[in-house]
Nanobody
């Protein structure tokens, strides 16, 4: 049974930093990533990383956010720097299981950027 446990959200001032973590268990995962959904908006891709370390970022976060993963422990991290109010959203971890590419979502962690 696949389980995802997210942590690291919270309230931060503009220009601040947060690090999100997603610990996955129950399988081996090819791709791990983060999406976000702001109030009244559709869920959007933030960043993804493959087991080989290939990364992909939304243009809006390039240069500010860094995704990484610990393959041995199935943990994905999202380091978020220079946060802006428009980064405020619920952030969801998303993973793809290696053997069949089935996708799984975390419960979401809220990030609020406000002074």
């Amino acid at each position: 049974q696949v389980q995802l446990v997210e942590s690291g959200g919270g309230l931060v001032q503009p220009g601040g930093s947060l690090r999100l973590s997603c610990e996955a268990s129950g399988s081996i995962f090819s791709r791990m990533g983060w999406y976000r959904q702001a109030p009244g908006k559709q869920r959007e891709l933030v960043a993804t990383i493959t087991s080989g370390g290939t990364t992909n970022y939304a243009d809006s976060v390039k240069g500010r956010f860094t995704i990484s993963r610990d393959n041995a422990n199935n943990v994905a991290y999202l380091q978020m720097n220079s946060l802006k109010p428009e980064d405020t959203a619920v952030y969801y971890c998303n993973v793809n299981r290696l053997f069949d590419s089935a996708a799984y979502w975390g419960q979401g962690t809220r990030v609020t950027v406000s002074s």
